[in-house]
């Protein structure tokens, strides 16, 4: 942390020195914020270097307040607010109209905790955004019938096909998933389900979801682009301010179950050709006191070219061709992951041995200055690039909101990295990843013709 | 506004009403509804007044003495820039017997310098936070750096050390080489990856460097000697065979001494003339990779199409754009918001150095693998007809010209598209100028466009990846001879260069 001010000072002398002022290093995401009656708080931040705006609402719902066998449900619940409310029939063929068709600028996302709705629009469109997003809030409900929920369950389904069954590896994260979070567990089979589940789902069923939590007073609405502040208070005022609150909004509160040995389990993969070792431990809830280090301590492990898992693996013993460390925070409680692909004419034994191998030395001697002040360097580093693009920006301040409470956290978000020490991370190692609760997934390729494949 | 007007109303009133009820006079007047508290809702609220429209960058063209191009273009918004530096040569710089060498050049090269150890460069990279990617590609090898701005002069001395000293040590060498094999042997059960292969011998030739399977075969990739890297970065990494497009928060005052410091002393050579083969004849061929497992089919439809030069051009890609383009477009309409059967079905159109490509592209669920196509085919054929309406061509319109502005958010967008532009041989000032031209497109050159271009009856290549036992009624299609390459694809037998190459009949 010394070294990285003494850095920063360096970099100001330079940058004077330069004779012309280039861009504040210090990321920050300046904000103005109201809350209007019904509880929907807003957030506004100006950014004028293209005439255009991002609108994006977040629920706080998802596949968290998933009740037992409703696996996937609120994933395609986001689906259902794609296809028409009262008084916007055609949400999407609106958004063509304007613009927003094209490469992404309009969509939807549900994970675990949160479901999220953003559209990019040209500035002078915002009242048509505001319009969508404010109509699908408060009138769903009226035109909503049975054609339209079967369509998107099979629209669905071959989302689960597409992204889940038909990519390597796919059929192990839903492994991880179902160990990690067993029956009646609400993240049971992922955000995106089972076939079965996504395929029993009612109109009953999306209809008192709705009612529950698309409520103002359970969503944050984030506008981030070119507008004048005064005009977008007065249309969010508009097209919002008249929507009933809604219930008092309740986080689900589920306990965490804990892994009490090894489990290990393997997993055959027709699509997978060559096999994969996951070892996967419980973790921690999104702004966790010790997330900062965890953090740290996964792009030390495994997140890039000079971490320890990478350099033992990849480069010295030439066994794997990829290896991958990641702290997951949800808010029923994360998971920390290492994952390592072998080289052909390599097996999910050797690649074991070698984790484990590197896990003990970390263990006993943790990590040295220089790798910590690097990681920090690039967790950082990776803050400072996400406020480039505005629709990146807002859900970053989404996100603030809903676990901080602040939605102008960056900066904080930033100290917190920066105030990782050498003992936090070797202290996370130890409490983090124990040798004897875990999970050790097996992928192993079926396909016929696959190296990796069993006889 | 408009639009509900017409549904609700006029278009009722007009076409009789939708729900088939006669318009009969009311026996007794009935009273009046209470008009909903929010009826105000129903109408789209009119645009703000209007704001300047968006100018996309032009960059300032500048150039070192060794004749290495510099396109520039300056961005305070973020304290980040992007240094991309591209050489001109790519996959088609591969000989004939050498499939997989210019990826195994791009995945050599930041593996290890005259100076630093492959662990050195990752450190000296991670020390400052900087991002440096190398990506082969058909036509160009991209050296993509994205570095925060008070390490920029660090960082291109490492940019610099990777494009002009690579190593290429024996150990790196073996190590890329069995990372390398390891991803071609993934490539055989990747339905997406299968396809792309299948689509690019049948576009390009089996005789072609771009008809080969991404990153080689099996074979060639471990037959390429160190000399193979040598020469290829020899031959081809030259400062008149490159380019450097920078983005970003950099002074303008310092920043061609800065490139000129690490680039300057590059040494032109003359690079030899590129030898490609020509195009095989189209003629329509189906091919099929049966993957028994899979609960979906990747299927494709492709043709070659006319180059980013044509005067054409962009009415192709605006004729794209309504076709399978957004998520209203017909295709992803019709298969997957009719029917249910995928969970996206689009289609585009891309271009490289010498032609442009459309292609159709999805995954659909196996069963209904042939209806699929059935559905393709007939939406295809029926926007050959030209019949695209004003209301598609208005939001395709829209879609290209509202989207720029994201397209062209960041330092890194920024600097490849300027590579991109010259690479396909398009002005910079390209998408400056493009609000003009689409302005002026009317319905009629995109139906042309569509008449000529789109017609089904033309796309030579169809490749279906899925299993076999979903296929049937296939054959029945008139898609084209059907050819089932499994063996091959799937690495069952080995693969023989330059084999029966099914598109060359």
Redesign the interface.
């Known amino acids: 942390m010394r070294s990285q001010a003494v850095l920063l000072l360096l970099?100001t002398l330079?940058?004077l020195g330069?004779?012309?002022?280039?861009?504040?290093?210090e990321?920050t995401i300046p904000i103005q914020e109201f809350t209007l009656p019904n509880g929907l708080r807003v957030f506004l931040s100006e950014d004028h270097?293209?005439?255009?705006v991002n609108v994006n609402i977040w629920y706080h719902v998802g596949a968290a307040n998933q009740g037992p066998g409703k696996s996937g449900f609120a994933h395609l619940f986001e689906h259902m607010m794609f296809s028409g409310s009262?008084?916007?029939?055609d949400p999407?063929?609106?958004l063509?109209?304007?613009?927003?068709?094209?490469?992404g600028?309009?969509n939807g996302s549900t994970n675990f905790d949160r479901t999220n709705y953003f559209e990019?629009?040209?500035?002078?469109?915002?009242?048509?955004a505001?319009?969508i997003e404010s109509?699908r809030m408060g009138?769903l409900l009226p035109t909503l019938d049975e054609k339209k929920l079967?369509?998107?369950?099979?629209?669905v389904?071959?989302?689960r096909?597409?992204?889940i069954?038909?990519q390597?590896y796919g059929r192990a994260y839903l492994e991880l998933c179902d160990t990690l979070y067993p029956k009646p567990h609400p993240y049971f089979h992922c955000v995106i389900g089972s076939i079965e589940e996504i395929q029993a789902a009612s109109l009953e069923d999306v209809k008192g979801f709705f009612r529950q939590f698309y409520n103002p007073r359970n969503a944050t609405l984030a506008i981030v682009g070119?507008f004048d502040p005064k005009?977008a208070r007065e249309q969010v005022a508009r097209f919002f301010g008249?929507l009933p609150g809604g219930p008092d909004p309740k986080r689900p509160d589920v306990p965490q179950p804990m892994l009490d040995r090894v489990v290990e389990k393997t997993v055959p993969d027709?699509?997978?050709?060559?096999p994969q070792l996951q070892m996967v431990w419980n973790g921690m809830k999104p702004f966790a006191p010790e997330e900062p280090a965890a953090d740290v301590l996964s792009v030390i492990l495994g997140g890039?070219?000079?971490s320890r898992l990478y350099?033992r693996l990849?480069?010295e013993k030439?066994i794997a061709?990829?290896v991958f460390a990641g702290n997951a925070s949800l808010g029923l409680g994360g998971y920390f992951q290492i994952v390592a692909?072998?080289?052909?004419g390599h097996t999910v034994a050797e690649l074991r041995r070698e984790v484990e191998s590197v896990l003990e030395d970390f263990r006993k001697t943790g990590p040295t200055a220089a790798e910590v002040e690097?990681a920090k360097?690039?967790v950082?580093?990776g803050l400072?690039?996400s406020?480039?693009?505005?629709?990146g920006k807002a859900d970053q301040v989404n996100s603030y909101a809903m676990w901080t409470g602040d939605p102008g956290y960056l900066p904080k978000d930033v100290a917190r990295y920066r105030a990782v020490t050498v003992d936090q991370v070797h202290e996370a190692a130890k409490s983090l990843l124990p040798p004897d609760r875990l999970l050790v997934l097996d992928v192993e390729?079926?396909?016929?013709?696959?190296?990796g494949a069993r006889p | 506004m408009r639009?509900r007007h017409c549904?609700a109303g006029l278009l009722a009133l007009a076409l009789g009403c939708a729900s088939g009820r006669p318009a009969q006079p009311p026996v007794t007047a009935p009273a009046a509804p209470a008009p909903s508290?929010?009826a105000w809702?129903?109408e789209?609220?009119?645009?703000?007044?209007?704001?300047?429209?968006?100018r996309a960058p032009v960059p300032t063209q500048r150039g070192l003495p060794n004749r290495l191009p510099v396109l520039l273009r300056e961005n305070?918004?973020?304290?980040?820039v992007v240094v991309e530096l591209a050489i001109k040569t790519g996959v088609d710089g591969d000989p004939p017997d050498k499939p997989g060498l210019a990826d195994f050049v791009a995945g050599a090269l930041d593996e290890g310098t005259r100076t630093r150890t492959?662990?050195q460069l990752?450190?000296q990279l991670?020390?400052?936070?900087a991002i440096l990617t190398v990506s082969p590609g058909l036509d160009g090898v991209r050296l993509h750096l994205?570095c925060?701005?008070?390490t920029l002069k660090p960082a291109l001395e490492l940019l610099a050390d990777v494009a002009l000293n690579p190593a290429f040590r024996p150990g790196d060498i073996e190590?890329v080489r069995?990372?390398t094999?390891?991803?071609l042997?993934?490539r055989?059960?990747?339905?997406g990856a299968l396809a792309s292969d299948e689509v690019a011998r049948l576009l390009y030739g089996a005789k072609h460097p771009w008809g080969q399977p991404a990153g080689g075969t099996v074979e060639s990739v471990r037959a390429i000697r160190r000399q193979d890297l040598v020469r290829f970065h020899d031959t081809y990494f030259r400062p008149n065979n490159a380019l450097l497009s920078v983005s970003g928060?950099?002074?303008s005052?310092?920043i061609l001494s800065l490139l000129a410091e690490r680039f300057g002393a590059w040494r032109p050579k003359a690079v030899p003339p590129s030898r490609l083969p020509p195009f095989p004849k189209e003629s329509r061929v189906v091919v099929t990779v049966d993957?028994?497992?899979?609960?979906?089919s990747?299927v494709a439809l492709a043709s070659r199409t006319i180059s980013a030069t044509n005067p054409d051009a962009l009415a192709l890609s605006t004729a794209n754009?309504a076709l399978g383009?957004?998520?209203?477009s017909r295709l992803n309409q019709q298969l997957?918001?009719?029917r249910?059967?995928?969970?996206g079905m689009f289609s585009s159109v891309g271009f490289n150095k010498r032609t442009g490509v459309f292609q159709v592209r999805g995954?659909?669920?196996a069963a209904h693998t042939v209806d699929s196509l059935k559905d393709i085919e007939a939406e295809l054929k029926k926007y050959a007809t030209g019949d695209i309406t004003d209301?598609e061509l208005?939001?395709a319109k829209?879609?290209?010209?509202?989207?720029l502005?994201?397209?062209l958010?960041?330092?890194d967008a920024v600097a490849s598209t300027f590579v991109t532009l010259v690479t396909i041989g398009r002005p910079l000032d390209w998408y400056a100028t493009l609000p003009g031209r689409l302005g002026a497109l009317g319905r009629e050159d995109v139906a042309r466009v569509s008449r000529t271009l789109l017609d089904p009856a033309k796309l030579p290549a169809t490749v279906v990846v899925g299993p076999k036992k979903d296929q049937e009624g296939l054959a029945g299609l008139q898609l084209g001879t059907v050819i089932d390459r499994t063996a091959e694809a799937?690495?069952?037998v080995t693969r023989t260069p330059a084999a029966a190459a099914p598109a060359a009949r």
Do not use: C
Not at chain 1, 19 to 25: E, I, K
Not at chain 1, 150 to 155: C, E, H, I, S
Not at chain 2, 44 to 54: D, G, I, M, S, T
Not at chain 2, 126 to 129: G, I, N, P, V
């Open positions: 970099s330079l940058l330069t004779g012309r002022a280039l861009a504040a290093t990321p270097r293209a005439p255009q009262q008084h916007v029939p999407d063929h609106v063509a109209s304007i613009g927003a068709g094209l490469g600028a309009a990019t629009v040209p500035a002078a469109q915002l009242p048509v505001l319009w109509d009138f079967a369509t998107q369950r099979d629209v389904s071959n989302e096909r597409q992204r069954e038909n390597p070119d005009v008249d027709p699509v997978a050709r060559i890039s070219k000079t350099r990849v480069l030439q061709s990829g692909t072998a080289r052909t690097r360097r690039n950082v580093g400072v690039r406020v480039e693009r505005i629709a390729p079926t396909s016929p013709g696959a190296p | 639009r549904l508290p929010d809702r129903n789209q609220p009119p645009p703000l007044p209007a704001v300047p429209a968006f305070h918004a973020v304290p980040v492959a662990e990752a450190e991670e020390d400052l936070a994205n925060l701005s008070d190590r069995g990372i094999l390891t991803g042997e993934q055989r059960g990747n339905p928060d950099f002074d005052a310092t993957m028994p497992d899979s609960t979906q990747q754009v383009g957004l998520f209203t997957r918001e009719v249910g059967w995928t969970y995954s659909v669920v209301a208005f939001h829209q879609g290209i010209l509202q989207s502005p994201q397209a958010e960041t330092n799937r690495g069952l």
